[in-house]
């Protein structure tokens, strides 16, 4: 009798019916841990709302590879001297050289859209550096074809210390987004 239920048991929990099931059953023995009015409850779908919730996980998978490719990082650095002005090496748009306390440097920076759909830009700033850049717009929007000059401005504050180096990241990230018009 019970190699009989055994076998019955193991044919209905083998193959993706066997995976809903064992998934529903942790989350029966998960939901039994709380009390009954916080107890999650998760819907029954029928196997086309589960192929149209696939569909969209796919989807979201896809745009945010997408976004992860599109994203550049930069590492952003000044190096505070006593009084004099240094040269930036070339090659980082965030390198801001040498500069004294209370000096500003102005860069600008250049963003295209080649693509075929709307592109926002978004620039994020982390680190000590962060408190010195002041960027123009770091967030818009670049419609297919069009270009767009940023200003980024570093100001070095009086209260910083000469010698040291702050450093940080500037990460700009391309989401390319569908628009109806």
């Known amino acids: 009798m019970d190699e009989v239920a055994n076998e019955r048991l193991e044919g209905a929990t083998s193959g993706p019916a066997g995976w809903a099931h064992r998934l529903r059953n942790l989350w ?20 086309w709302q589960w192929a149209i919730a696939g569909v969209l996980l796919l989807l979201l998978v ?6 992860a490719q599109s994203t550049s990082m930069y ?14 090496p ?16 102005e860069n600008k920076h250049t963003f295209k859209n080649d693509g075929r759909m709307d592109t926002y830009v978004v620039i994020i700033v982390s680190g000590e550096i962060r408190d010195f850049l002041d960027i123009e717009d770091a967030f818009f929007n670049l419609k297919p074809g069009e270009e767009r000059e940023i200003l980024v401005k570093l100001t070095v504050p009086a209260t910083a210390e000469p010698g040291k180096r702050y450093d940080g990241r500037v990460v700009v990230t391309y989401l390319p987004w569908w628009s109806p018009l």
């Open 75 to 88: 590492s952003a650095t000044v190096l505070v001297t006593e009084g004099s002005h240094g040269i930036a």
């Open 90 to 105: 070339p090659g980082n748009p965030f390198d801001f050289g040498d500069l004294p306390p209370t000096a500003s440097m």
């Open 28 to 47: 029966a023995s998960l939901g039994r841990r709380w009390p009954r009015r916080l107890r999650p409850r998760l819907p029954r779908l029928r196997p």
């Open 62 to 67: 896809l745009w945010l590879s997408m976004t």
